[in-house]
């Protein structure tokens, strides 16, 4: 993407295409009241460029890294009424991404690499169906849970930064400082309805000393496509 002086003067927008994401997904073991998958997700460089410029700087980011990103996923149905998901993933930035920085009046510049820190992500929920309609009637709202759910990222080690001196101006690049960790604590309910569509609406907040935002609404709409239809806990006892 580009942002020019006057963009960031007078305002203005864009669009263009993203970074590709694909993902890779396989059951690896299955019981009547449980489930464990597997996975691989890459993040290939399909955008552009970052460059900011103005009368006085240019300033590129080159849009090349390459991101994987492993994961588990657990699903267990201990009793009809209750359910346990877990998920936890480590994303990798295999290749990181050049900067250049350049003065236009002396012609200085100045270039380095940076390379986003590794995360981990884990979550778990645990939830309770307070509400189950008979398998025989047919009703719009099929089921209701109560979910309580908690969230952790954690950097895995210090991203890159570099520093640099242009046409006399200090300039300073990446992320300075030390690792960090989000803890974000989330409950709520979800509605099922028709049993093939869950609609689930909750409440975020922050639990760390690392606290990005106050708190969230969460509203969130699945819907099962194809044969069945019959979605409870996401797995068959």
């Known amino acids: 993407q580009m942002l020019d002086e006057s963009l960031m003067t007078t305002g203005g927008s864009a669009t263009e295409l993203g970074n590709l994401s694909v993902a890779l997904k396989q059951l690896l073991w299955r019981t009547e009241s449980s489930a464990l998958s597997g996975g691989l997700s890459v993040e290939l460089p399909t955008a552009d460029d970052t460059v900011i410029e103005n009368r006085a700087l240019f300033m590129r980011r080159s849009g090349e890294s390459v991101t994987v990103a492993p994961y588990l996923g657990l699903l267990m149905a201990p009793t009809d009424r209750t359910f346990i998901q877990g998920f936890s993933q480590v994303s990798f930035d295999t290749n990181g ?66 520093a640099a001196n242009v046409g006399g101006v200090p300039l300073e690049f990446g992320s300075v400082g030390n690792r960090a960790n989000v803890v974000n604590l989330t409950t709520g309910l979800t509605a099922q309805l028709y049993r093939r569509t869950n609609l689930t609406m909750s409440v975020v907040v922050p639990t760390s000393s690392d606290r990005q935002f106050d708190s969230e609404l969460h509203i969130g709409l699945n819907h099962y496509f194809g044969p069945g239809g019959r979605r409870d806990s996401g797995v068959r006892r």
């Open 97 to 162: 991404e050049t900067v250049l920085v350049e003065d236009r009046y002396s012609g200085q510049s100045a270039g380095g690499r940076l390379q986003d820190s590794s995360v981990l992500y884990a979550s778990v929920q645990g939830g309770v169906w307070l509400y189950r309609a008979d398998p025989a009637a047919d009703a719009t709202l099929t089921g209701l849970a109560g979910v309580l759910e908690l969230h952790f990222n954690e950097m895995l080690q210090s991203a890159d930064s570099f």
